[in-house]
């Protein structure tokens, strides 16, 4: 399960990668980048270029953190989901299936009883009658 403070560092590691880009991209126009690495003629620098970088950079990473931030959002939207088998009626839990008392006894140490709603008991109380006639 992804907690929020991992969010949060996805969030950053994605903003530090495109500030690392940025820089890059001013220190190739500024120290001409390629040549002092390989040799070479050096370029002379270009600000204006530089900046469309930048601003390239910039527009690529708002649509990124924002697909980012949805995607995050839906995945806790399902992960709020408690999986319940439709026929033996356990829950998924852990990688595993458990009973119902397991699963509130495990994940939130709450101890189960059992006991019947109205609705089942009122049936219970007609079943009985019907078998006992």
């Known amino acids: 399960m992804i907690n929020r403070k991992n969010i949060h560092r996805i969030l950053w590691y994605e903003t530090i ?7 890059l991209s001013w220190l190739d126009e500024l120290v001409s980048l390629p040549a002092l690495i390989f040799g070479g003629a050096k370029n002379p620098p270009s600000i204006h270029e530089a900046m469309m970088e930048t601003a390239a950079i910039v ?23 408690l ?17 119902v008392e397991e699963y509130f006894s495990r994940g939130f140490a709450i101890k189960t009883s059992h006991s019947m709603c109205l ?13 006992a006639a």
């Not at 990668?17 to 820089?23: E, K, N």
């Open 83 to 99: 999986r319940v088998c439709a026929w033996c009626r356990k829950i998924g839990y852990e990688d595993g299936w458990t009973t």
């Open 119 to 131: 609705e089942c008991q009122a049936k219970w109380v007609e079943e009985t009658k019907k078998n």
């Open 17 to 23: 990668g495109f500030l690392l880009l940025i820089a």
């Open 59 to 81: 527009i690529v990473w708002l649509v990124v953190i924002v697909f980012t931030r949805r995607i995050v959002q839906r995945l806790f939207y399902f992960e709020g989901f």
